[in-house]
């Protein structure tokens, strides 16, 4: 009700400055067209209405049921939700995921339009934002694919005093005069202080060390960013204050995340759904980078200011300006008018710029950078399960999900186009392999080169299939040896690939052989899944019965400091522009190939024998 008073009180001024529309036509001294037939226009009016009337109530009965729709699929999801957040207090991760998975699905498979429909929209924000939380929190000892995080070199500092030392200063402004660099550079009591830190520092050099030899990853590509937004190439260091160079930093806090600390919501071109976060592909997250520090650059005319607004956020430093009347970061330094993190932000990257660039005078130069990430890419716009994709490209699930950092889950989108990062060298290995392999079954399917010594009945032990259906999509009898070298499509039941059947109720007569059995899976595999101490079931127990895993990016929890607001203030910064962030990558619709077989079988009849040095 009060919204609707505030609508009313809004749209008056608007009716007193636009008129009536009716008088404006009458005092122009043109007669409307109806006039000229009143009787018809009678008529035609209450026909008009009567049809408005019954237009209405067909809409009203249409919207109902659509919120009422609604309303049921927010329920499903809250309650799949309620159930995470339980198994997660009582320490079963897996099931807590699985849950929260269910939970998003339920949304994105309504059919529904999550971003025109406010409930959903609401309900599905809601839902990634707490999931996230969980998760990541859940997570932050590392998942079994992605990496352990470690601090931020900023991070690590956090507690740390500096006295001012004179005779360290001076020292170290002699040195600077004889260092290149493309951004100002200067010393004074604070960078000195950084410096003395990360040098004389057991803890300090090491994390600078780590993150200076992560660099490496991606220096290059962030390199080529830069430059194109004529960004200077030594703000590149930024990372190693936001995040160390770790891609998949989350600060659990403030929910910024990525190798750039972007928050969830603002206007940085980066899509955030249910299956993937762009913020944590360093690719795409550096163009972002880029163009948000020239954005702020522009703004203010000074990088330090730039740099102070992208960590405190531009409108608060705008006001540090205007109250004191100085735009100069030290000066503001010095009155007082930053918070702490931002006061240690910026001489703390000035320190770790300084360093890099004089890896003998500080002991870097035994440092050893990381190789550089490179990779085929394709785009994708169907679902494909990324143990898939380690088959067919001859790689490891760690190193495609390690190329993949923005996925969320095990699986690319379904009629969403997503850009599928490969080992370099693969990109004509995986289309050539992929195709026969049909749309519908690339997210439970399996592809395998035999190697010397297997058999039929070993890999569909290993892979969870049958032998004799493997023998019958790839066309060989399923009594002969199959030679090593031979690519074989697997065919897996997919009834332990779907979201709603990763879980099973025990019943009265089920064991341990028996629901193994079901979903083909080993016995192991079950106890293992389940944390399984006992041999014995209790009917309405549920039990995982598809491999859990977890793909979210890792929490990094920042010790005493003042993040959730600086980064809050980022994001208000660019909100201010009325813009949002884009939800994923827009819904398409996947064209099927005639030459897929309907049945699910693979297009090709016979196995195809290529040698690994062929390819």
């Known amino acids: 009700m009060m919204r609707r008073v505030m609508l009313v009180a809004a749209c008056v001024p608007l009716a007193l400055l636009t008129g009536c529309p009716q008088k404006d036509a009458a005092t122009s001294g043109k007669m409307p067209a109806q006039a000229t037939a009143p009787t018809a226009t009678q008529n035609n009016g209450a026909a008009a209405g009567g049809a408005a009337a019954t237009t209405t109530t067909g809409q009203s009965v249409d919207n109902a049921a659509?919120?009422?729709?609604?309303?049921?699929?927010?329920?499903?999801?809250?309650?799949?939700?309620?159930?995470?957040?339980?198994?997660?207090?009582?320490g079963r991760l897996d099931a807590a995921r699985l849950d929260f998975d269910t939970a998003v699905d339920g949304l994105l498979t309504s059919g529904m339009d999550l971003k025109g429909d406010e409930q959903l929209s609401d309900e599905f924000t809601h839902l990634l934002d707490a999931v996230n939380s969980l998760e990541m929190s859940a997570l932050k000892q590392g998942n079994g694919f992605s990496p352990t995080l470690e601090e931020a070199p900023l991070d690590a500092a956090n507690e740390v005093t500096f006295a001012p030392n004179a005779e360290l200063t001076a020292k170290l402004a002699a040195e600077l005069k004889t260092t290149q660099s493309d951004f100002p550079l200067v010393v004074n009591n604070y960078v000195a202080g950084f410096i003395s830190y990360f040098t004389n520092s057991q803890g300090g050099h090491a994390h600078l060390l780590r993150s200076l030899e992560r660099a490496g990853k991606y220096k290059e590509m962030i390199s080529k960013n830069l430059l194109e937004q004529g960004v200077p190439q030594d703000l590149i260091y930024l990372a190693v204050a936001e995040s160390g160079f770790q891609p998949q930093a989350l600060?659990?806090?403030?929910?910024?995340?990525?190798?750039?600390?972007?928050?969830?919501?603002?206007?940085?071109?980066?899509?955030?759904?249910g299956w993937f976060d762009e913020r944590f592909d360093p690719e795409k997250s550096s163009v972002a980078y880029a163009k948000y520090m020239k954005m702020l650059y522009n703004q203010f005319g000074d990088w330090y200011l730039a740099m102070a607004a992208y960590n405190w956020g531009p409108g608060n430093v705008q006001r540090a300006v205007m109250k004191t009347g100085y735009a100069d970061f030290w000066e503001l330094y010095r009155r007082n008018v930053l918070p702490a993190e931002t006061k240690n932000y910026v001489p703390g990257i000035i320190a770790a710029i300084i360093m890099a660039k004089n890896p003998e005078q500080y002991r870097l130069d035994k440092m050893v950078p990381e190789a550089a990430v490179i990779s085929d890419t394709v785009s994708v716009d169907y679902a494909i399960d990324l143990r898939l994709v380690?088959?067919?490209?001859?790689?490891?699930?760690?190193?495609?999900?390690?190329?993949?950092?923005s996925l969320l889950r095990m699986t690319t989108p379904r009629d969403m186009m997503f850009d599928l990062h490969l080992p370099i060298g693969t990109k004509d290995t995986f289309a050539e392999r992929i195709k026969d392999i049909p749309e519908d079954k690339r997210t439970s399917w399996r592809f395998h080169v035999m190697k010397n010594g297997e058999t039929l009945d070993g890999v569909a032990t290993a892979l969870h299939g049958r032998a004799s259906e493997i023998a019958a999509v790839n066309g060989v009898d399923a009594g002969l040896t199959v030679a090593p070298g031979?690519?074989?499509v697997v065919p897996v039941a997919t009834v332990a690939s779907t979201a709603r059947t990763q879980r099973y109720t025990v019943r009265r007569s089920d064991t341990l052989v028996t629901v193994a059995d079901r979903f083909n899976i080993s016995v192991d595999e079950l106890r293992s899944w389940n944390h399984l101490r006992s041999s014995t079931l209790s009917a309405g127990q549920s039990l995982n019965v598809a491999a859990p895993v977890r793909l979210g990016p890792v929490t990094r929890v920042r010790a005493k400091r003042a993040r959730g607001a600086a980064?809050?203030?980022?994001?208000?910064?660019?909100?201010?522009?009325?813009?949002?962030?884009k939800k994923g990558g827009g819904a398409k619709s996947s064209s099927k190939s005639a030459s897929k077989n309907s049945s699910g079988k693979a297009a090709s009849a016979s196995t195809k024998k290529r040698s690994k040095a062929a390819r």
């Open 66 to 90: 659509k919120a009422y729709k609604a309303q049921q699929i927010i329920n499903q999801a809250e309650q799949a939700y309620r159930s995470g957040v339980e198994n997660y207090r009582a």
């Open 251 to 273: 600060n659990a806090r403030s929910g910024a995340g990525g190798m750039w600390q972007f928050m969830p919501t603002g206007a940085y071109g980066l899509a955030r759904n």
């Open 486 to 488: 031979d690519e074989l």
């Open 567 to 581: 980064g809050s203030s980022r994001s208000k910064g660019v909100e201010a522009k009325g813009s949002a962030v």
């Open 390 to 405: 380690a088959d067919v490209t001859d790689a490891s699930l760690p190193e495609i999900v390690a190329l993949n950092p």
